[in-house]
């Protein structure tokens, strides 16, 4: 009775509570921010004493898509629960709320979140005097902005001020460029946000090559709204309007050529609309021996370079993860990043937030995700688990914000090809158990693969369907997600996956090469010959806060690490590749090894792995 009653506690709440989200808040973290604000018994206590004015009052005059803002206050009664929030768009009060069910619930003066806050007393003078400045970073999402005063904490606010709107120059503009491979190796989506609509003008891409024709491909256009969301915060103070969303098909690329490329939209008045230019390098051909290097990590989350949002260091380590990942940009081709994108939880503003702290990746190189629990989890919607880890967004904003080359994007399976490189990435957030329709598309995903053209096969998943020895998994007993690799292993074996990647626990470890939980191979740092068995990499801490381990360390845990980071893999060529685990705090790399396999040793028969026979053989 009482866990029913918890699942209806966490499906009725408007905001979201650590009761509903499982896992993740194991260690007492694991809450949005903006959720710990009660929207709902917010009242208003203008103060003619208090003074805020925000400047520059025009943002984005040089192109610009995020600009610092200074903030200054003076509030003669300083207190230490006094906190400044930023709303977009400026006009927040009770003429803009949405529809109450009849009137039966409270009408708030404010009715909708503020995109991000601070707590004043993280100025050291605030307390001293009441007058401070702030320094809070905006980004363009499509409307103007103000800054509210409140006193009393965040459970019963009082708003005692507000600021005068800034807005950038052309709130609309297209921004936050994203990458993504396509079924075919010779084109590359982008997609983007603005504020356009299709009876606005018309999206396209103008896009080139160092000698070659310049070349415009149109982008279709799509969005959401608020009664695509499964339940509250998104359907309430969560939502926030998300803009439009277009992606274009670049077509015919040659492979490895550097091109580069501009947003464009074609205005009704005939004007057109620019953004910046970006560059971006096109897809090896499939089984090309070159060069080719690969980042891969889950649970990043989004963070703010002003300090905002932060209270319970809820990702940490997101920002690290982004800079590092940045600062060796010109040595990476493509980026995974496997489940729980932006942990929003219900707010939609935060994936404008996320897709503008990735922009310098995404707008480079492809950056393919996959689907989490923080993306999709929401009762009877359809995934495979119950819970409310997606605040009541069941999917929606990532399936429509991120492009992937699935058969249906409803459901988060796909296959990508990298030159050497074959990704298989599943959706734990659907059943993968035998007789499923994904366990039939992984199956087809690994079975399909030419391993002499591809020798580097890769499985992704957000949760750990193979071996882990988090804290909660050994307390479960069984070192995995529940049922995870029941079904799968054999399928591993059989088509010899070389590595598989999860997300979900916020930590690093390695396995050795593993089958039926019995290391085949003894080795730590090099790998060669025959192929025997998968090495498992949990790689969930790229932001979220960390998950502890279990005190049981099984003999097929080889490393382990309490810390933030990410992988890269570098095949040199189709016999070699390199394994790196890097931290987020330095880049430096905490573990690796080497693989050296040639074809052959692919096609010696191990371990589950052999062809069946017959009679004639």
């Known amino acids: 009775m009482a866990r029913v009653l918890l699942v209806l506690l966490c499906f009725t709440a408007l905001l979201s509570s650590s009761l509903c989200l499982g896992h993740a808040n194991s260690n007492g973290r694991g809450d949005q921010a903006l959720a710990q604000i009660n929207i709902y018994e917010t009242s208003l206590a203008l103060d003619t004493s208090v003074k805020i004015h925000a400047s520059p009052q025009v943002l984005g005059s040089q192109g610009e898509d995020t600009e610092w803002v200074h903030v200054a206050i003076s509030n003669p009664k300083p207190s230490s629960n006094d906190w400044i929030g930023v709303f977009s768009p400026a006009k927040f009060d009770s003429g803009n709320c949405w529809p109450t069910n009849g009137g039966k619930e409270k009408t708030p003066y404010i009715c909708s979140s503020p995109i991000k806050y601070i707590y004043c007393n993280t100025h050291p003078e605030y307390m001293k005097s009441g007058n401070v400045t702030f320094k809070l970073q905006i ?62 003008a018309v999206p396209f891409i103008e896009w080139s090559a160092k000698g070659l024709p310049s070349r415009r491909s149109p982008a279709g256009t799509v969005t959401f709204n608020r009664n695509s969301m499964c339940g509250n915060p998104a359907r309430s103070v969560g939502w926030r309007d998300p803009g439009f969303f277009h992606t274009s098909f670049l077509k015919e690329l040659w492979p490895n050529r550097e091109y580069t490329y501009r947003l464009g939209h074609d205005l009704v008045n005939g004007t057109t609309i620019w953004s910046k230019n970006y560059t971006f390098v096109s897809s090896p051909y499939p089984g090309q021996d070159s060069l080719q290097r690969v980042i891969i990590f889950g649970d990043m989350g989004k963070g703010e370079r002003d300090g905002s949002n932060e209270y319970n260091d809820y990702q940490p380590g997101s920002l690290n993860t982004t800079d590092q990942v940045i600062k060796d940009l010109k040595n990476i081709d493509i980026v995974f990043h496997i489940g729980d994108l932006t942990y929003s939880n219900g707010y939609i503003s935060q994936w404008d937030q996320f897709t503008a702290q990735v922009e310098p990746i995404a707008s480079t190189v492809p950056y393919m995700v996959g689907s989490g629990n923080h993306e999709r989890d929401w009762p009877d919607t359809g995934s495979f688990y119950a819970g409310t880890d997606s605040g009541g967004e069941c999917g929606v904003p990532a399936e429509t914000m991120f492009y992937f080359p699935a058969e249906n994007r409803a459901k988060f399976w796909y296959r990508a090809d990298y030159g050497m490189f074959r990704f298989c990435i599943a959706d734990t957030e ?82 050795c090469p593993i089958y039926e939980s019995q290391c085949v191979n003894n080795d730590k740092d090099h790998y060669s010959g025959t192929f025997k068995g998968t090495i498992h990499v949990v790689v969930g801490g790229a932001g979220s806060h960390l998950s502890p381990f279990s005190s ?42 080497n693989i050296s396999r040639d074809y052959r040793d692919v096609l010696a028969c191990t371990h589950d792995s052999c062809e069946p026979t017959t009679s004639a053989s």
């Open 139 to 200: 980004i363009n999402q499509r409307a103007d902005i103000s800054f509210a005063l409140f006193t009393n904490g965040v459970q019963t606010p009082h708003l005692i001020g507000v600021s005068n709107p800034v807005a950038f120059v052309n709130p609309k503009a297209p921004v936050y460029p994203r990458l993504a491979l396509t079924k075919n190796w010779d084109e590359m989506t982008v997609t983007w946000t603005s504020g356009y609509n299709i009876n606005e």
């Open 552 to 593: 049981l360390v099984p003999k097929w845990s080889l490393v382990r690490d309490y810390d933030f980071g990410f992988v890269k893999l570098t095949a040199f060529d189709h016999s070699s590749l390199l394994f790196e685990y890097k931290k987020s705090s330095t880049g430096q790399v905490y573990d690796s090894f």
């Open 430 to 511: 659907h059943d993968w158990r035998e007789g499923t329709e994904q366990y039939q598309f992984i199956e087809r995903c690994l079975a399909s693969v030419d391993r002499k053209t591809q020798p580097w096969l890769i499985f992704m998943a957000h949760r750990v369907l193979g071996y882990s020895t988090n804290d909660w998994y050994g307390k479960e007993g069984t070192f995995e997600e529940p049922m995870g690799r029941e079904s799968l292993q054999k399928l591993w074996q059989k088509y010899k996956v070389d590595l598989a990647f999860y997300g979900h626990v916020h930590n690093y470890e390695r396995t």
